[in-house]
Nanobody
């Protein structure tokens, strides 16, 4: 399984960025895809999730109202739209896949997701 993230980079506080996650060998449709963020010295934390069961979504409190995750099944992408970015949003962002219709919830953890991308870095600076 090979997930690929893209779209990271430098963004100013208050700016926007869109991260993308795709796979070349399989469809992401009906898969639960989560975005995790990792900063040095801390564990990966779930930022958002879109369920393969019903496309319901979950957002961490820290990003709720600012980030949006969505699918484009025709293009086989899952996106994380980041708006009004804050310095604390900086980190390495990973998309992760689960194929058993996991329902997105606040208790999702990295161990729930067997497949991961290589990550894309988001830097927030003026």
């Amino acid at each position: 399984v090979h997930l690929v993230e893209s779209g990271g980079g430098l963004v100013q506080p208050g700016g926007s960025l869109r991260l993308s996650c795709t796979a070349s060998e399989f469809s992401l449709e009906e898969n639960t895809i989560a975005w995790f963020r990792q900063v040095p010295g801390k564990q990966r934390e779930a930022v958002s999730c879109i369920s393969g069961y019903d496309d319901s979504t979950y957002y961490a409190d820290s990003v709720k109202g600012r980030f949006t995750t969505s699918r484009d099944n025709a293009k086989n992408f899952v996106y994380l739209e980041m708006n009004n970015v804050k310095p604390e949003d900086a980190g390495d962002y990973y998309c992760a896949q689960e194929t058993r219709f996991l329902i997105c919830a606040p208790n999702i953890i990295p161990a729930d997701f067997p497949s991961w991308g290589q990550g894309t870095q988001v830097t927030v600076s003026s």
